[in-house]
């Protein structure tokens, strides 16, 4: 029978060896075992789960504002499951390979989820793009957080379905400006526009200079990134402004030695998946996200 229980530290060498067979889906957890140095993982944003049969792991979940599993099946979903029902519903998101966590969702008993991101191409490229970079991406600077936060926020509002700041803007704020800290948002801001003339003051109303590219490194493994955030300004979309904003920041982000640059689109917004498909990335999986 199987059961659900913390991995511990003897376990590191076989959470590694898992996480290595596929790099692009399991990225997060590969950045976490980077940091922590060890598959006993327990903090305020979330635990590392291994079901187990008899003694010996045969799969694990990241679970906590993510939940996240690694080579699950229909058996280990079940013994999830049984446990995240009894802890009750929270808010939290399913991502991962679609066929496990459309399982996983179907096993819950936590009612309707806010949302479900059916089909999701998980893309990856490990190779020069094969489109000319947009020399005028580069990362962004701390003062410059004024335009890319109004970027930021008509990206996720658009991508998810609900503003980051409707509660306030001061948590949304300090997520964007870290990242920026962290040197991991690329970005093309102007106050003209790459075919001249000025460029219209939206979304950042008060400031001159608008963002008409960003992307964000989210998670940073040591030899593969996965990139989210990705927003184009809606005065220069399907100009090719986003086929070279992203071919810089997979040829920058190559050049500083992370050899795969990875990342996942919903399957209805064919335009940037025709944009990705220039720049050379290649569907290597499908992710799905249920939002509870």
């Known amino acids: 029978m199987l059961r659900v229980a913390r991995l511990g530290h003897q376990h590191t060498r076989w959470l590694k060896s898992l996480l290595a067979l596929n790099p692009c889906e399991n990225v997060y957890l590969i950045a976490l075992l980077e940091v922590t140095g060890t598959a006993q ?19 694990a979940y990241w679970v906590g504002g993510n939940i996240i599993p690694v080579a699950a099946t229909p058996g280990t979903n079940q013994a999830l499951a049984e446990k995240l029902n009894a802890d009750g519903r929270y808010s939290c998101s399913l991502i991962g390979a679609r066929e496990i966590i459309l399982d996983l969702h179907n096993r819950l008993n936590w009612g309707r989820p806010r949302g479900v991101r059916d089909r999701q191409p ?3 490229i490990s190779s020069d793009p094969l489109v000319q970079p947009d020399e005028s991406v580069d990362l962004v600077t701390v003062e410059q957080l004024p335009a890319v ?18 509660g306030g803007q001061s948590s949304y704020m300090a997520r964007v400006r870290n990242i920026i800290r962290g040197k991991n948002c690329f970005a093309r801001i102007s106050d003209t526009l790459p075919q001249g003339g000025s460029v219209a003051r939206w979304p950042a109303t008060d400031q001159p200079e608008q963002v008409l590219f960003k992307a964000d490194i989210g998670i940073r493994a040591p030899r593969i990134v996965q990139v989210q955030g990705v927003w184009v300004h809606p005065d220069v979309r399907q100009q090719g402004l986003g086929a070279a904003g992203m071919a810089a920041v997979v040829a920058q982000t190559r050049a500083a030695g992370h050899t795969t640059v990875s990342l996942y689109a919903n399957d209805y917004n064919q335009v940037a998946l025709r944009m990705y498909a220039r720049v050379g990335f290649e569907q290597v999986g499908t992710f799905s996200t249920v939002m509870y």
């Open 41 to 59: 993982m327990g903090s305020p944003a979330g635990s590392l789960l291994g079901v187990f049969d008899d003694d010996r792991p045969v799969a």
């Open 122 to 124: 998980l893309l990856a």
């Open 149 to 166: 936060f109004s970027a930021s926020v008509d990206m996720f509002t658009n991508e998810v379905g609900f503003s980051p700041v409707e």
